[in-house]
């Protein structure tokens, strides 16, 4: 089992920064490679961005692509999403996922946390 908290939600004007964390406990061997998911009311869960157990290989959504930085630091057993240039259309609720493939499939992370709020002001 991996327990993933996430942290660092909160509410910014556009154009601001934040940085997300998601700290994991347990089995985190077990499933190294970390994601991050974003869900907007009304809409679907989609991916965000996800990072390798070494951080040698990184995976963004299009979308997000030149705002948003996925790094780890392994030691303290956290990932960290630096989102920038915050826009309205970012607000959501933020997920970090555990799973063993860097892949943009919610279905193929077989750990959750529990959500962060992200809520961005025009």
């Known amino acids: 089992q991996v327990q993933l908290v996430e942290s660092g939600g909160g509410l910014v004007r556009a154009g601001g920064s934040l940085r997300l964390s998601c700290t994991a406990s347990g089995r985190t061997f077990s499933s190294a490679v970390r994601g991050w998911f974003r869900q907007a009311p009304g809409k679907e869960r989609e991916f965000v961005a996800a990072?390798?157990?070494?951080?040698?290989?990184?995976l963004y959504a299009d979308s997000v692509k030149g705002r948003f930085t996925i790094s780890r630091d392994n030691a303290n057993n956290t990932v960290y999403l630096q989102i920038n240039s915050l826009k309205p259309e970012d607000t959501a609720v933020y997920y970090c996922?555990?799973?063993?493939?860097?892949?943009?499939?919610?279905?193929?992370?077989?750990?959750w946390g529990q959500g962060t709020q992200v809520t961005v002001s025009s």
């Open positions: 990072i390798i157990w070494n951080g040698s290989r990184t």
């Open positions: 996922a555990a799973g063993n493939v860097a892949t943009r499939a919610a279905n193929l992370y077989a750990y």
